[in-house]
């Protein structure tokens, strides 16, 4: 089993009568890539400033890299690009870098490092304003990566961006984690998690609803099957698989089953006389995930009563 390099547990912040987050407890693994998920206002910008140690906790542990966040052990450890980063227009990319790893006591070395990891050497004499806003971004990340920290906690890191920016972002965060580095990183975008992170915790009214691999949240493979008779083909799914695993929609049937069971449920429908047109996997997409389980919390009582 993997090292935890993150964990919090039951990590609360309240600024005065909101609960921005409410009892968190989370896991990262070093080697994967973390998606903090949720809508905007969630609390996961404050749960990332918490494990930064910009931000107190109210109440509740965490723990990065085995220390508290902001102790002077983890910080040099830790990089991040938290709302945004900020840089001097006038200066280069390169420059801009040079000024953050001066500060850090790094020497040119390790910019050059962090530009060739963003991909940046080509444009990082030219100066940050004439950058789009995915270069900008990319610097931003530079920025975190500079001193080759262990673990790189990116807030929101394709706000902003068109879709080749971001698919630009995501094929920089799995190059990072396939070079070792381990990523957190948050976002309100179901598909960019879908896309780039091996484990998600998905928080909604600074709640943790769930935390597990993209596979585990998409659940058991369900299977769509067009057949003729439908009445007829129902009638022998549903003796094979049980009723519950067996539903009828748009004409057509929605069955739960494991993959070994594909072929049998085929075989014994064509035995019975079923004219079989269509048989393909359907899998619940991040975002019927999502709905489900946000959904309970948004029809409480009272806001089905107001
Ligand atoms: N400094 C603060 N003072 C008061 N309330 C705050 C403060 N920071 C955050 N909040 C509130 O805490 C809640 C969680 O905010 P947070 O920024 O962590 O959410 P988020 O999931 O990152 O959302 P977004 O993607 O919009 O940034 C929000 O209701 C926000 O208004």
């Excluded at 396939?178 to 896309?195: C, I, P, W």
């Excluded at 539903?247 to 929605?254: K, P, S, T």
């Excluded at 069955?255 to 006389?273: F, I, K, Q, S």
């Amino acid at each position: 089993m993997s090292e935890n390099i993150v964990v919090t547990g039951q990590l609360t912040k309240r600024y005065g009568d909101r609960l921005a987050v409410d009892s968190v407890s989370l896991t990262i693994r070093r080697g994967e890539v973390y998606g903090f998920l949720g809508p905007n206002g969630a609390g996961k910008t404050t749960t990332l400033r918490m494990l930064l140690g910009l931000v107190r906790p109210t109440s509740g542990r965490a723990s990065v890299l085995g220390v508290a966040p902001g102790a002077p052990a983890a910080l040099a450890r830790v990089g991040a690009l938290i709302e945004g980063p900020g840089f001097f227009p006038f200066l280069s990319g390169r420059d801009n870098l040079r000024v953050l790893a001066r500060h850090a006591r790094l020497g040119d070395v390790a910019v050059e490092a962090a530009l060739e990891q963003v991909d940046l050497s080509g444009r990082a004499s030219d100066s940050f304003r004439s950058y789009s806003l995915g270069m900008k971004q990319r610097l931003g990340v530079a920025a975190a990566l500079l001193g080759d920290p262990e673990l790189l906690i990116l807030d929101e890191p394709t706000n902003g961006l068109d879709p080749a920016g971001m698919a630009d972002m995501r094929d920089l965060v799995r190059a990072l984690v396939d070079a070792g580095q381990t990523v957190l990183l948050s976002s309100h975008l179901l598909g960019e998690v879908q896309e780039v992170c091996d484990r998600v915790g998905v928080i909604s009214r600074g709640r943790l609803l769930t935390e597990r691999t993209l596979t585990e949240l998409r659940g058991a493979t369900g299977l769509l099957v067009r057949a003729e008779p439908l009445s007829r083909a129902t009638e022998v799914a549903t003796r094979l698989l049980g009723a519950a695993n067996v539903a009828a929609v748009d004409g057509a049937l929605r069955l739960v089953t494991d993959p070994p069971g594909v072929a049998e449920v085929v075989r014994t429908l064509v035995r019975a006389d079923v004219e079989v047109s269509e048989v393909r996997p359907v899998e619940r997409t991040l975002e019927q995930v999502f709905f489900e389980l946000t959904t309970p919390e948004l029809t409480t009582p009272e806001e089905v009563a107001s």
